[in-house]
């Protein structure tokens, strides 16, 4: 049964691969001039830790909101490079004085990060990815119940990643839909946001 | 029964490919340094760019960014045949590899075969506390393959890693260790694509599990644990 | 279309690859309880005659020719060089037998299993029963359970000399507490736990690392930000100078579920509970270095209530700490060991020298710092080869090793010590 259904996967896979190879007789698809980007996108994030974030409970999962903003040089083929940055906030958490008795007064704790990275997007059809390789300035607040602040921020190693696909409403502006992904596996976050995306092309040459 | 299982596979899998085989010249391949399409002999490709490992938490304790200066190169000889290798350092560590490579095209795609040596150097004597220098020895059976889409080629490596030798040195102490060791494999995603008017770029990223990376030699390692970390690497096409 | 799936499954393999975490070690339960209740616990007389090095007729795939043997309190521990590992076991006599139980761990790697070893009256269990003989000739007879394997395999081991030794005596030195997180003993780096088990693990004596709090509290704590290698706690990020203790406590605990140590606390639990005879306290921060000494005299003060014999040695890695510690109104009052150059220690009056294993075997310094009445430890040895070249090529008095295991079974095992 196994070596059927491996049998027919691979029929469905080289078939599709041919179908894709036959799609077309174009060499390269040279889109005539370059032009310079900037794109914003916003949304509701959900954060997922590896770990828990404080021994004082189990929750793993937050609620957030992601918002980046990107400016790209897109040069005559369909490979983009441009920067990548914006805001993100990881979690939340409220803790009263008897949650935390050697504390002895409760305490908000906030994450939250700005990612700066080195962009890079491939584009088809209305279709586009992008990844950023970079990091994030990973920033913690305590605030503490006689509303004194501590905040303490590094610069921490990640990755993220953008797929969207762009409807256009004129020569120069589009809208759509995106997903934004934020990774950092060192830190064992992972915060994946649904967006809106408009991008505007306000330099061709 | 079980002969017959393969045989319709491969024919499954072989005849719709074959059925669209394109010229090779639309491909744009001529340019490329990671894909397995035959290059005609005679003929080089050359790129020059750079690399980032992204070394594991486990042996540095903090994932830590390895950069190098990164040289890739394919030379094509006759009978579907090329030489293929790449050339790298950081100062602290330099390495040069280089190998062959036997591969055919079906239409846009294309397959081959390959092995390679690999010589490392390693010398951090002028770091205060790293008073050590390493040479190593790896071999490197690779199968690879290629596809082009209209805008790119994007191509797959999958490598082990075979370490033949490392002998390593201290202040006034040579000790020659781990030799014939299967150390890991790695799996390398290139893209390669036209960039900017007629600058061709490759970039991917080569996914090492592996027991010892070469690229934190000096940290003496002794887990026996395969380790996964990313090699990101971007080059130009001179 | 095909292209934008294709570049989404790429970008997906990519960032899965870029977590890397060693695989997890589950250790075997296993029911001391048990064995310590129907069995009666060894003299120490016994349990000297039972201390030494064994070659082992069964079992050599696994743990090599030779290995060694060594009671610590109440738990019978041997040594391999070949895999690298360690056997934790309990038990006693049961007349003119003796029974252990425990498990074994391979440090450089996941692996791991039970162990059950008997002393049969008639391969020398008459003999330990009572008292005579110095063990040779005694048999450690049992089964090894291991990974992957549905059938235990044999082990036995046969008891030819004694231990070896050193003239001027050598330590066994467990850095950060007796491992790193990544040789994932069950027990986080400098944390009290790991300090109490690592006599268990082959060493005699620890290395911990201590920094200061925000409210000038010296905690035992390698780095000096927290980060996932060593803490869990999402919202302390940064350098540990800026967190009180109180924070630390409230919000972290070490990668295994500890708290934590203070210095104070963790050192007062060594004196206590285990047979550690020196530690080598490896301070990084200059700002508490009047307070570190205060804490050693307290402890001192303590051990000497104990009558516990206890080296706690004041260490001095770096220049700031060099500077700090001679300014402070409390130099002098604790022993030092300084990783400096040869002025600094003489300045410093340090009596243990520690230069890095990078720099060499250093034979002629070595010697020159014996004849000032003075030891060398060497740091960090890992590596079989070079642990091997060191012992018998130089005169050390100590290593400080993230292998106590490796150290102690190389150390205990070799031939040609001076």
């Given at each position: 049964m196994k070596r059927i259904l491996l049998m027919i996967a691979l029929c469905i896979i080289s078939n599709v691969a041919a179908k894709a190879a036959g799609?077309?007789?174009?060499v390269v698809r040279h889109v005539q001039q370059s032009a310079l980007e900037i794109s914003i996108s916003g949304g509701p994030q959900r954060t997922f830790f590896?770990?828990?974030?404080?021994?004082?409970?189990?929750?793993?999962q937050f609620w957030g909101l992601s918002a980046t903003g990107k400016i790209m040089w897109h040069p005559d083929h369909i490979l983009s490079v441009g920067v990548l940055t914006g805001y993100t906030l990881f979690s939340t958490e409220s803790f009263t004085k008897d949650d935390i008795p050697v504390l002895n007064e409760p305490f908000q704790l906030t994450l939250e990060a700005v990612p700066l990275q080195l962009a890079l997007s491939m584009q088809s059809g209305g279709f586009e990815i992008n990844v950023g390789l970079g990091g994030y300035f990973l920033s913690s607040t305590f605030t503490g119940g006689n509303a004194v602040r501590q905040a303490n921020t590094i610069f921490e190693i990640g990755v993220s990643a953008q797929a969207s696909y762009m409807f256009s409403i004129d020569d120069a502006f589009s809208i759509g839909p995106e997903v934004n992904v934020h990774l950092l596996s060192n830190r064992g976050i992972l915060a994946v946001a649904p967006c809106l995306r408009a991008k505007w092309e306000f330099l061709r040459y | 029964m079980r002969t017959l299982y393969k045989l319709m596979s491969l024919l499954f899998c072989v005849i719709p490919i074959c059925t669209v085989a394109q010229p090779?010249?639309?491909?744009?391949?001529?340019?490329?340094?990671?894909?397995?399409h035959p290059l005609d002999a005679g003929r080089g490709v050359f790129s020059m760019g750079a690399a980032l490992t992204i070394l594991p938490q486990p042996l540095t304790e903090y994932p830590t960014p390895a950069p190098m200066l990164d040289m890739r190169w394919r030379y094509g000889l006759p009978l579907q045949t090329s030489i293929y290798g790449r050339a790298g350092s950081n100062i602290a560590t330099t390495l040069a590899n280089i190998g062959l490579l036997w591969s055919f095209s079906i239409g846009r795609g294309s397959f081959g075969v390959g092995i390679s040596e690999m010589y490392m150097y390693g010398n951090i004597?002028?770091?205060?506390?790293?008073?050590t220098i390493q040479h190593r020895w790896a071999t490197y059976p690779m199968v690879a393959a290629s596809w082009s889409f209209p805008a790119f080629t994007v191509s797959g490596r999958f490598e082990m890693e075979y370490m033949t030798s490392q002998v390593r040195t201290i202040a006034d102490q040579t000790v020659r260790t781990a030799?014939?060791?299967?150390n890991g494999g790695s799996l390398t995603l290139a893209i390669e694509q036209p960039f900017w008017k007629n600058t061709h770029v490759s970039m991917g990223v080569t996914l090492n599990y592996t027991r010892n990376p070469y690229q934190a030699w000096f940290l003496f390692n002794t887990f026996r644990d395969k380790m996964f970390y990313p090699e990101l690497f971007v080059g130009f096409m001179l | 279309m095909k292209t934008f799936l294709f570049l989404l499954a790429a970008v997906t393999l990519v960032m899965n690859a870029c977590v890397s975490e060693l695989a997890p070690v589950i250790y075997p339960t296993i029911d001391f309880e048990a064995i310590t209740s129907t069995t009666t616990p060894l003299t120490i007389e016994q349990r000297a005659q039972m201390n030494g090095i064994y070659i082992l007729q069964e079992g050599r795939n696994s743990f090599g020719d030779t290995v060694a043997v060594r009671w610590d309190g109440e738990a019978l521990s041997i040594y391999t060089v070949k895999s690298v590992s360690f056997f934790y076991a309990r038990g006693g006599m049961r007349a003119d037998s003796a029974r252990f139980i425990g498990y074994w761990r391979a440090v450089q790697g996941p692996e791991t299993g039970e162990v059950s070893l008997n002393i049969l009256a008639s391969e020398g269990g008459k003999d330990l029963a009572a008292g005579?003989?110095?063990?040779?000739?005694l048999v450690l007879r049992g089964e090894v359970t291991s990974p992957g394997s549905q059938r235990p395999t044999a082990m036995v081991l046969t008891k030819i000399k004694a231990l070896a030794n050193r003239t001027r005596g050598f330590e066994i030195i467990g850095h950060r507490g007796g491992g790193?997180?990544?040789?994932?003993?069950?027990k986080s780096e400098n944390s009290t736990e790991l300090m109490l088990f690592a006599s268990q693990l082959g060493a005699t004596a620890c290395e911990i690392d201590v920094y200061g709090t925000s409210d000038g509290i010296p905690v035992v704590f390698h780095d000096p930000t927290f980060t996932p290698r060593t803490v869990?706690?999402?919202?302390?990020?940064?350098?540990?100078?800026?967190?009180?203790l109180k924070q630390i406590r409230g919000f972290v605990r070490l990668v295994n579920g500890e708290q934590v140590p203070t210095l104070e606390d963790a050192l007062m639990d060594v004196v206590d509970?285990?047979?550690?005879r020196t530690v080598w306290l490896d301070n990084?921060?200059?700002?508490?270095v009047d307070e570190i000494l205060a804490i050693h005299q307290r402890v001192m003060d303590h051990a000497a209530t104990k009558r516990r014999s206890i080296r706690i040695l004041f260490g001095i890695p770096t220049v700031e700490l060099y500077d700090a510690y001679m300014k402070?109104?409390?130099?002098?009052?604790a022993p030092v060991l300084c990783e400096l150059d040869l002025a600094s220690v003489r300045a410093s009056n340090a009596v243990v020298w520690a230069p890095r294993f990078?720099?060499?075997?250093?034979s002629e310094i070595v010697e020159q710092m014996h004849k000032e009445g003075r030891d060398v430890y060497c740091w960090t040895m890992d590596d079989p080869a070079f642990i091997v070249r060191f012992l018998t090529e130089g005169d050390f008095d100590g290593f400080c090793t993230n292998y106590p295991t490796l150290l102690a079974a190389l150390f205990y095992t070799r031939k040609d010590l001076k």
């Open positions: 799609d077309t007789t174009a590896r770990d828990v974030t404080t021994p004082l409970t189990d929750q793993r | 090779s010249d639309t491909l744009n391949i001529e340019h490329y340094v990671f894909t397995t004597t002028y770091v205060d506390g790293f008073n030799q014939d060791q299967l | 005579k003989g110095n063990g040779v000739g790193r997180n990544s040789e994932r003993l069950g869990r706690g999402a919202y302390l990020i940064g350098d540990i100078s800026n967190y009180s509970k285990s047979s550690i990084k921060d200059p700002r508490v402070s109104p409390l130099k002098g009052t990078t720099d060499g075997l250093q």
